[in-house]
């Protein structure tokens, strides 16, 4: 690359990478073991590929997720999103990079139980420097998105558990993150609704040339995606598909 762009020095404009694990362990210690959730991990997957993550439950998907999000990091290895290097990041810097380089849909939601749907998923955009007549576009844009337009205004509690699934996407795609992290996002659905969710995270990788990582044990989101990576026991026993290489 340097040969080519003598004098150069930000990062990479063309590296086609989007995340990066080499050599990624993971060993969480607990009171009677040290427990090894991902073990000699190393994948790379190129920007506006979809990429389903799969393995039975506790294969290390979501450890995987959290680690592609900045919420944990690994014991050994590197993980590298949007070519920055999740480990160096400092408070700041990293505050930035889970609020802005991703966007996550966690497995439990984590809604907030008095917000509406509309402030649940105008949280990302908090402390983003946009107006708020820019961020009311954003919210309802994302909330059309996963068919909730008419339930905005509704609390967590009066949703169904799989409304509650799309609100948790709709807070995923608000902050127009360039790569989306979904832990288990078919996990309440049954399967039309859950095809119809894996459609929409597709399509906006399509759409917009983002990058997303679905982690799932449902394997017909395999139908839809390109590329997929397989965990047995914390190690990865298979890469397939196209935008992604060992
Ligand atoms: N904070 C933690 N402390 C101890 N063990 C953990 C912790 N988080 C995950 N694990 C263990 O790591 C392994 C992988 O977990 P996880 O990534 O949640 O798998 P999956 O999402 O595939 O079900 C499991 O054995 C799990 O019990
Ligand atoms: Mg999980």
Same mark, same amino acid.
């Given at each position: 690359?340097?040969?080519?762009?003598?004098?150069?020095?930000?990062?990479?404009?063309?590296?086609?990478?989007?995340?990066?694990?080499?050599?990624?362990?993971?060993?969480?210690?607990? +009171?009677? &073991?040290? @427990?090894?959730?991902?073990?000699?991990?190393? *994948?790379? !997957? %190129?920007?506006?590929?979809?990429?389903?993550? #799969?393995?039975?439950?506790?294969?290390?998907?979501?450890?995987?997720?959290?680690?592609?999000?900045?919420?944990?990091?690994?014991?050994?290895?590197?993980?590298?999103?949007?070519?920055?290097?999740?480990?160096?990041?400092?408070?700041?810097?990293?505050?930035?990079? +889970?609020? &802005?380089? @991703?966007?996550?849909?966690?497995?439990?939601? *984590?809604? !907030? %139980?008095?917000?509406?749907?509309?402030?649940? #998923?105008?949280?990302?955009?908090?402390?983003?420097?946009?107006?708020?007549?820019?961020?009311?576009?954003?919210?309802?844009?994302?909330?059309?998105?996963?068919?909730?337009?008419?339930?905005?205004?509704?609390?967590?509690?009066?949703?169904?558990?799989?409304?509650?699934?799309?609100?948790?996407?709709?807070?995923?795609?608000?902050?127009?993150?360039?790569?989306?992290?979904?832990?288990?996002?078919?996990?309440?659905?049954?399967?039309?609704?859950?095809?119809?969710?894996?459609?929409?995270?597709?399509?906006?990788?399509?759409?917009?040339?983002?990058?997303?990582?679905?982690?799932?044990?449902?394997?017909?989101?395999?139908?839809?995606?390109?590329?997929?990576?397989?965990?047995?026991?914390?190690?990865?026993?298979?890469?397939?598909?196209?935008?992604?290489?060992?």
């Amino acid at each position: 690359m340097a040969a080519t762009n003598p004098g150069v020095r930000s990062p990479t404009p063309a590296d086609p990478t989007a995340i990066s694990f080499e050599s990624v362990s993971k060993t969480y210690p607990t +009171r009677s &073991e040290a @427990v090894s959730a991902l073990d000699g991990v190393s *994948f790379r !997957i %190129d920007k506006g590929t979809t990429v389903a993550v #799969v393995g039975p439950s506790g294969s290390g998907k979501t450890t995987l997720l959290n680690m592609a999000a900045g919420l944990d990091f690994p014991t050994s290895g590197s993980v590298k999103v949007a070519g920055i290097l999740t480990s160096e990041l400092q408070r700041e810097p990293l505050q930035k990079f +889970r609020n &802005e380089t @991703v966007g996550v849909v966690f497995q439990q939601f *984590f809604l !907030i %139980d008095h917000l509406s749907v509309f402030q649940n #998923v105008s949280v990302p955009l908090i402390p983003r420097e946009v107006s708020s007549r820019e961020k009311s576009k954003r919210i309802l844009d994302a909330i059309a998105k996963v068919g909730l337009a008419n339930k905005a205004d509704r609390l967590p509690s009066e949703l169904s558990g799989g409304e509650l699934q799309r609100v948790a996407i709709a807070r995923g795609l608000v902050g127009d993150a360039s790569v989306i992290l979904a832990d288990e996002p078919t996990g309440n659905l049954d399967s039309k609704k859950g095809s119809e969710i894996v459609d929409l995270l597709v399509a906006e990788s399509r759409e917009h040339k983002k990058t997303v990582l679905i982690a799932t044990h449902d394997l017909r989101v395999l139908d839809h995606v390109d590329g997929v990576i397989r965990l047995e026991d914390g190690r990865l026993s298979k890469i397939e598909g196209t935008g992604i290489s060992a």
